[in-house]
C-alpha cells in the first residue's frame, strides 16, 4: 500500500520559516520525481517545486530563491525549506510522487503566514 504523509505545516510570522517534511512508503522512492503544489482559497492547485529522480530541481518563479527542495533517498522522505515567507505564501502544501502512470499526493498540510 502506497503512502505518501506531508508533515511541518503552521503559522508563522512573514519573514518565517518552516521545514515541509513529505514521508512515502510503498514505492521506489529513488525513481519517483517529487513535487510540491499549493492551493490558497479560493485558487487552483498551483506547481511550487520539483526534485527528479536524479536530483535536478526545478521551482516556481515565485519561491526561487527562497525555497529549497531537497530529499534523502535512503529515509524515503523529502523536504522542502521555506524561508522569508510571506502572506501569499498561504495555502494547503501537497506533495506528489510521479514515475510514469503511478502518481500519488498526499493529503496536505497547511501553512499559514501571517502576523
Known amino acids: 500500500q502506497v503512502q505518501v504523509e506531508e508533515s511541518g505545516g503552521g503559522l508563522v510570522q512573514p519573514g518565517g520559516s518552516l521545514r515541509l517534511s513529505c514521508a512515502t512508503s510503498?514505492?521506489?522512492?529513488?525513481?519517483?520525481?517529487m513535487a510540491w503544489y499549493r492551493q490558497a482559497p479560493g485558487r487552483q492547485r498551483e506547481f511550487v517545486a520539483r526534485?527528479?529522480?536524479?536530483?535536478?530541481?526545478f521551482y516556481a518563479d515565485s519561491v526561487k530563491e527562497r525555497f529549497t527542495i531537497s530529499k534523502d533517498n535512503a529515509r524515503n522522505t523529502m523536504y522542502m525549506q521555506m524561508n522569508s515567507l510571506k502572506p501569499e505564501d498561504t495555502a494547503v502544501y501537497y506533495c506528489?510522487?510521479?514515475?510514469?502512470?503511478?502518481?500519488?499526493w498526499g493529503q496536505g498540510t497547511q501553512v499559514t503566514v501571517s502576523s
Open positions: 506528489n510522487a510521479d514515475w510514469g502512470n503511478n502518481d500519488y
Open positions: 510503498g514505492i521506489n522512492f529513488r525513481l519517483y520525481a
Open positions: 526534485i527528479t529522480g536524479a536530483g535536478a530541481t
